[in-house]
């Protein structure tokens, strides 16, 4: 069964950074591509970072040059550095495969706030 454990979140103020953490079990994680979604309140989750199993990455235009996505395959972790945090980045973010394979975590929650 797959798990996925997502961290690091909290309440920055705009322009801070965090790090968000992911950590898999139950899954042969070198063989997919990984990505960090989030959901904002009152919006459908999507898709905001993915790596591939190439170590290749895709940003969403909204999040491209603040966000940054990468894995370790031996950790069975993928992480998501998120920087220059505007509050239209408050969402609980979670981590699932490139195309969501699997069941969610219960997500991480970031709010922007002065």
């Known amino acids: 069964q797959v798990q996925l454990v997502e961290s690091g979140g909290g309440l920055v103020q705009p322009g801070g950074s965090l790090r968000l953490s992911c950590q898999t079990s139950?899954?042969?994680?070198?063989?997919?591509?990984m990505g960090w979604y989030r959901q904002a309140p009152g919006k459908q989750r999507k898709l905001i970072a993915r790596?591939?199993?190439?170590?290749?990455?895709y940003y969403t235009d909204s999040v491209k040059d603040r966000f940054s996505i990468t894995r370790d395959n031996a950790e069975k972790t993928v992480w998501l550095q998120i920087s220059s945090l505007k509050p239209e980045d408050t969402a609980v973010y979670y981590c699932?495969?490139?195309?969501?394979?699997?069941?969610w975590g219960q997500g991480t929650q970031v709010t922007v706030s002065s």
């Open positions: 699932n495969s490139g195309s969501s394979l699997w069941s």
């Open positions: 139950g899954v042969v994680f070198s063989t997919y591509s």
């Open positions: 790596i591939f199993t190439s170590g290749n990455t």
